[in-house]
C-alpha cells in the first residue's frame, strides 16, 4: 500500500509539474494584443453629445488604460475651454450692441 501511495504521488508531482512548466516551446494561450484606443472624436467638428455617449474606453487589468482616459478628458475639457470663451466673447459682444428696437425707435422720430 506504500508502495502505491508513493508512485501515486510521483506521478502526480511529475503531471502537475509538466502542466505547470508547459513540457515544451509551445505557448498553451498566445499573448493578447492590449486593447488600443482608437479616437472616435471627430477632428472635423465639436464634439457633441452623441459622440461622448458613444465613446467606449479600453479596459485594462486594472480598470481603465489612464493615457487613453486622460487623453479623452483633456481633449474634452479643451474643447469645452473653447466653447465658454466663445459664449464669453459672444455675450458681451451682445453686451455692447444697442437692441433692435432702440435704433428703429430712434430712426423715427
Do not use: K
Amino acid at each position: 500500500m506504500f508502495w502505491f501511495l508513493l508512485i501515486t504521488m510521483v506521478v502526480v508531482v511529475a503531471a502537475v509539474t509538466l502542466a505547470v512548466v508547459g513540457g515544451g516551446d509551445s505557448e498553451v494561450l498566445p499573448d493578447a494584443a492590449p486593447e488600443q484606443l482608437v479616437d472616435p472624436l471627430p477632428l472635423s467638428r465639436p464634439v457633441d453629445r452623441s459622440d461622448v455617449e458613444a465613446l467606449r474606453l479600453p479596459v485594462a487589468a486594472r480598470g481603465y488604460r489612464m493615457e487613453d482616459v486622460d487623453d479623452v478628458l483633456d481633449r474634452l475639457a479643451a474643447e469645452l475651454a473653447e466653447r465658454d470663451a466663445r459664449i464669453a466673447e459672444l455675450e458681451a459682444a451682445l453686451a455692447g450692441a444697442p437692441a433692435a428696437g432702440e435704433t428703429a425707435e430712434g430712426d423715427e422720430r
